[in-house]
């Protein structure tokens, strides 16, 4: 899941898992933050398999990555889901780490708790979750990942590359996940973009 990969670097937490802390400024008053809803409902069987990021909101762990950023998602021996994150960096060298993600909504499946081993705050396998899915194709073919918080932000795509009409798709669920688009970026990527460019602009 897009999430944070080794300390050196990066991750989400995926998306992540793709949480940190969340500083935010008051006014006169404290202001409530809606949380994402999550999607009614996750198949888990197929929402397994290779992940590419094609956007996502900028995070301290992503940085050292260039390009080819996905994620693989396979079920473990305790029935939870073993995720393997890899990258190319500015080097030219494999950026990679391998966590777990453990369902922490039996409603939807579609919120889990991401734990990276060596991660600062993101070691413990079993927590609150860190990893919504806000949007999903009716396909599988496309995901928005975010936090409850809403901070991080990912696009997964089965394919490097996706069509006008499903960039319109992808831009209207982080919409309405109360997400800007504009704050996503695009991630380089064999076959698809191949510039840095806001979600919002393409």
Excluded: K
Excluded at 48 to 71: E, M
Excluded at 94 to 108: F, L, Y
Excluded at 112 to 123: C, I
């Amino acid at each position: 899941m897009p999430v944070p990969a080794r300390s050196r670097f990066r991750w989400i937490s995926v998306a992540t898992a793709p949480i940190g802390a969340v500083a935010v400024l008051f006014a006169a008053a404290p202001v409530a933050v809606a949380v994402p809803t999550p999607v009614p409902r996750l198949d888990l069987q197929r929402y397994l398999g290779t992940w590419h990021q094609l956007a996502a909101v900028p995070q301290y762990f992503t940085l050292v990555c260039a390009r080819d950023t996905r994620a693989e998602y396979t079920l473990d021996p305790a029935g939870d889901v073993s995720v393997h994150n890899s990258c190319l960096t500015w080097a030219g060298t494999t950026n990679e780490i391998t966590g777990t993600a453990t369902v922490t909504d039996p409603v939807t499946d579609a919120q889990l708790h991401v734990a990276f081993p060596g991660v600062p705050a993101q070691e413990q396998r079993h927590g609150p979750p860190n990893y919504v899915v806000t949007g999903l194709a009716s396909d599988y073919s496309w995901a928005v990942v975010t936090d409850p918080a809403a901070v991080s932000g990912f696009v997964l795509s089965r394919t490097p590359s996706l069509d006008a009409g499903q960039w319109q798709d992808v831009r209207d669920a982080i919409a309405a996940a109360g997400q800007d688009t504009c704050r996503y970026l695009t991630s380089p990527a064999a076959g698809g973009h191949t510039a840095i460019v806001p979600l919002c602009s393409i």
